[in-house]
Nanobody, 115 residues
Framework: QVPLVESGGGLVQAGGSLRLSCAAS????????MGWYRQAPGKQRELVAG???????DFEDSVKGRFTISRDNAKNTVYLQMNSLKLEDTAVYYC?????????WGQGTQVTVSS
């Protein structure tokens, strides 16, 4: 098991910003690919942003230009900076880490964007 601890969700008005953090506990032989999925009510879970061990990033189309992902390798921590938030960004956001080919998940953090 790889515990992932998330923080930073909450309620924000449209146009506002939030930053999510996710820390992976443990010692690892390599830098973990990590990132975020989200799931809105009645919808499937979708990839929001990911960052590889080498620092390459990938974003879901609707968040490009608004969200950035970064990491602190020394802390095994990944950050999701969310700017210009929209109503449709409302969802539970789940952090993930890939260890030895297996996905590990955080408990999820609610992000609610209000008008």
């Amino acid at each position: 098991q790889v515990p992932l601890v998330e923080s930073g969700g909450g309620l924000v008005q449209a146009g506002g910003s939030l930053r999510l953090s996710c820390a992976a506990s443990g010692s690892f032989l390599s830098i973990l690919p990590m990132g975020w999925y989200r799931q809105a009510p009645g919808k499937q879970r979708e990839l929001v942003a990911g960052i590889t061990g080498s620092g390459s990033t990938d974003f879901e189309d609707s968040v490009k230009g608004r969200f950035t992902i970064s990491r602190d390798n020394a802390k095994n921590t990944v950050y999701l900076q969310m700017n210009s938030l929209k109503l449709e960004d409302t969802a539970v956001y789940y952090c993930y880490a890939i260890v030895a080919g297996l996905y590990y998940w955080g408990q999820g953090t609610q992000v609610t964007v209000s008008s």
